[in-house]
Nanobody, 119 residues
């Protein structure tokens, strides 16, 4: 099993910043892609950003230039630095990782962390 533990959500005013963290733990796994998704009330879950083991990144158009994803491979941790936050960024943010464990590729999800941006 692989466990993902997220932290860093909260309430912030528009224009402010937050940093999310997600640490993966378990045994006998190799992480490929780590990413962040979000789900606002009444909407589908959407990809925010992701990063592969080589450091290549991908962002949703809505967050480009404001959010930065990074990872610490040694600590199996992914971060999401969110700047210039807008009320429309309000959502539950979920960490996701794609791992190889005993030759089997699987997706794992964190429990979610609430981000609320007030206007």
């Amino acid at each position: 099993q692989v466990q993902l533990v997220e932290s860093g959500g909260g309430l912030v005013q528009a224009g402010g910043s937050l940093r999310l963290s997600c640490a993966a733990s378990g045994s006998s796994f190799v992480i490929y892609v780590m990413g962040w998704y979000r789900q606002a009330p009444g909407k589908q879950r959407e990809l925010v950003a992701r990063i592969n083991s080589g450091g290549s990144t991908m962002y949703a158009d809505s967050v480009k230039g404001r959010f930065t994803i990074s990872r610490d491979n040694a600590e199996n941790t992914v971060y999401l630095q969110m700047n210039s936050l807008k009320p429309e960024d309000t959502a539950v943010y979920y960490c996701n990782t794609n791992v190889n464990r005993f030759g089997i590729l699987s997706d794992y999800w964190g429990q979610g962390t609430q981000v609320t941006v007030s206007s």
